[in-house]
């Protein structure tokens, strides 16, 4: 196995399971950089620096690697994202080279384009990379204090889903107020769905064939990646210096919940959960990481440390655990019974040490970062990409939930709990035909 970074700059896990046979099937060979050792890339002082380069791949070049030395690369592929993606942006949503992560800053991926922006009433063209689409009517006249007018031009400033995916339910914080959800698109993905008119009905019906954001990367085009992330209004008992905060305009959309009105408030947003989907050269299934705030909520069977949690009550004999709130949804709602959350399949022993080398390496470079109060749930990788039976190329882990995007289809049954590859593979666009595991395309007009 072989990590192949953008540019070839960052340090690399491979050369441990080199040892543990020669390279196979592709041929690919070490990169010169590539001499730290399983137990080295196990210490925090052999983690690479933190940078604003996002990884292209994690190259699975054996005919019978371990497992789980396999996933460890994945979860280190996925913190490299993590740090890459939410990096400070210039003005331009750019990397800003001069700086580092650590301060509230906006960050490169809320410059991306969100799913609102690109697929339009009536199938129209979506507005090019690095112009705005006009708020909803409602919103208007509210958004000085957005940051899609101060520095950065495109980021979240509309956050107008309040459901999760497939309609299991919207997801209360302690102070009785709905998450809210975005989900982004990075340019490879986007200049993909322009240049082959997914974004309409009548587009996907010429186009006519399976889609496929499988692209040549380079060090200028990393591949398609999309960001699904959700969001928790600050309230009095929060302390926004433990969150990534934006000001966002919070719509409230009658097309969402019957009977609902159009509203939309200007309102101090707390990131919760993130979704990193990287459509990679040796991951034809994509390569999904989920990261949570660490304050979200307790892990089955183990002890409830924290002084109090963003959705779960401790002390609560009544409440429910992972039980949607009774219908009707109303997110105009000043208060909602808060949603009683456990994480169902709790983080393993590698990921936590993982989780704090990585909490470390971000203090280091700043004492009060935001980002070391963020933790990796795990990766999931396909383990047989070319599998020609199993489209969904054989998922490890079998199963992953983020608990704040699937919060009530968390677990282990099969069909039943989440699992990114397992559901994805389903995925078609309008037209009948498969979507290449996003479920994006089907919001064309």
């Known amino acids: 196995m072989t990590h192949r970074?953008?540019?070839?700059?960052?340090?690399?896990?491979?050369?441990?399971?080199?040892?543990?046979?020669?390279?196979?099937d592709s041929g690919v060979k070490p990169e010169p950089h590539d001499k730290l050792t399983r137990a080295d890339i196990r210490s925090q002082a052999a983690l690479p620096p933190l940078s604003w380069q996002i990884p292209l791949d994690v190259d699975v070049t054996q005919g019978n690697p371990n497992l789980q030395d396999l996933q460890d690369d994945f979860?280190?592929?996925?913190?490299?994202?993590?740090?890459?993606?939410?990096?400070?942006?210039?003005?331009n949503g750019n990397p800003n080279t001069g700086t580092t992560i650590g301060a509230n800053l906006p960050t490169v991926w809320e410059s991306w384009k969100e799913s609102r922006e690109v697929f339009l009433p009536g199938g129209a063209a979506p507005p090019a990379w690095g112009t705005d689409s006009p708020p909803p009517e409602v919103c208007k006249g509210m958004g000085d204090g957005?940051?899609?007018?101060?520095?950065?031009?495109?980021?979240?400033?509309?956050?107008?889903?309040?459901?999760?995916?497939?309609?299991?339910?919207?997801?209360i914080d302690q102070n009785g107020q709905y998450v809210r959800f975005a989900i982004m698109m990075n340019q490879d993905m986007f200049d993909r769905i322009v240049s082959d008119q997914l974004y309409s009905k009548a587009g996907q019906a010429a186009f006519n064939k399976p889609a496929d954001f499988a692209q040549k990367q380079t060090p200028s085009n990393v591949g398609a990646i999309m960001i699904k992330s959700s969001w928790k209004v600050m309230g009095g008992n929060d302390d926004t210096s433990r969150f990534h905060t934006i000001k966002a305009l919070v719509y409230t959309n009658p097309g969402e919940h019957e009977g609902v009105s159009a509203s939309c408030k200007l309102q101090t947003m707390g990131l919760v959960g993130l979704h990193i989907v990287h459509k990679t050269k040796h991951a034809p299934?994509?390569?999904?990481?989920?990261?949570?705030?660490?304050?979200?909520?307790?892990?089955?069977?183990?002890?409830?440390?924290?002084?109090?949690?963003?959705?779960?009550?401790?002390n609560c004999t009544a409440c429910l655990a992972n039980e949607p709130p009774p219908r009707p949804w109303n997110p105009n709602a000043s208060y909602t019974q808060p949603t009683q959350?456990?994480?169902?399949?709790?983080?393993?022993?590698?990921?936590?040490?993982?989780?704090?080398?990585?909490?470390?390496?971000?203090?280091?470079?700043?004492?009060?970062?935001?980002?070391?109060?963020?933790?990796?749930?795990?990766?999931?990788?396909?383990?047989?990409?070319n599998?020609?039976?199993?489209?969904?190329?054989?998922?490890?882990?079998?199963?992953?939930?983020?608990a704040t995007l699937e919060t009530y289809i968390q677990g282990k049954t099969p069909q039943?709990?989440?699992?990114?590859?397992?559901?994805?593979?389903?995925?078609?666009?309008?037209n009948g035909m498969t979507s290449d595991f996003t479920y994006l395309l089907q919001r064309a007009q």
């Open 285 to 314: 299934q994509w390569v999904w990481s989920t990261f949570e705030h660490v304050d979200n909520a307790p892990s089955l069977g183990e002890p409830q440390s924290k002084p109090s949690y963003n959705f779960f009550k401790k």
């Open 146 to 171: 957005t940051l899609n007018l101060t520095q950065v031009g495109k980021t979240p400033n509309v956050l107008d889903e309040s459901a999760e995916p497939f309609e299991t339910g919207p997801l």
């Open 75 to 91: 979860d280190l592929m996925s913190w490299q994202t993590f740090v890459a993606v939410n990096w400070p942006a210039d003005a």
């Open 5 to 24: 970074y953008r540019r070839s700059l960052m340090l690399s896990a491979s050369a441990a399971l080199i040892a543990l046979g020669g390279c196979a």
């Open 341 to 385: 959350v456990v994480r169902e399949i709790p983080l393993t022993d590698a990921t936590q040490k993982l989780n704090a080398q990585y909490q470390a390496l971000l203090r280091g470079a700043n004492a009060s970062s935001v980002w070391a109060n963020y933790e990796l749930i795990s990766t999931q990788w396909p383990t047989k990409a």
């Open 387 to 402: 599998n020609p039976i199993d489209p969904s190329g054989t998922p490890a882990p079998v199963f992953l939930a983020n």
């Open 416 to 430: 039943g709990s989440s699992s990114c590859m397992g559901c994805h593979n389903n995925a078609t666009m309008t």
